[in-house]
């Protein structure tokens, strides 16, 4: 189990499942899909995306910034990134380019190799994509 998932475990409701969970979530606007929510309570997850992490924190009534630190995540209450308003001058090529380094910088080091494994299997690719 993960500290995540512990939290998760001892803050859920007794006897409510994965798919209850689920289905409260999408109730309070949250998508979050039952098999999702199965893996995170039992301790089978990798790291938690943002919409996954408010989504329990609506459904469980626990604070965000609990649950990103019980996931070794940046807990600072923070909002959406705003860029400064010289952007608006960016072409949509550079948005996409911004977007992708805010992506990467975001993403635990150790993920990294899986995280080019799963996109060279998508794309259909069989050799090793570190190479």
């Known amino acids: 189990m993960s500290a995540l998932s512990d939290l998760l475990a001892e803050t859920k409701p007794v006897g409510m499942s994965a798919r209850a969970l689920a289905k409260s979530a999408r109730v309070d606007g949250y998508t979050l899909n ?9 301790g089978d997850h990798g790291t938690p995306d943002e919409a996954t992490l408010r989504a329990f924190s609506a459904v469980l009534d626990i604070p965000l910034s609990r649950l990103r630190a019980a996931a070794d995540l940046p807990f600072e209450e923070t909002g959406p990134y705003t860029p400064p308003p010289e952007s608006s001058r960016l072409s949509r090529r550079q948005r996409r380019a911004l977007d992708g380094l805010i992506r990467a910088m975001l993403e635990p080091a150790g993920d990294e190799v899986a995280q080019r494994r799963a996109r060279a299997a998508r794309r259909g690719n069989v050799e090793d994509p570190r190479g």
């Open 34 to 42: 039952h098999d999702t929510a199965a893996r995170y309570l039992r």
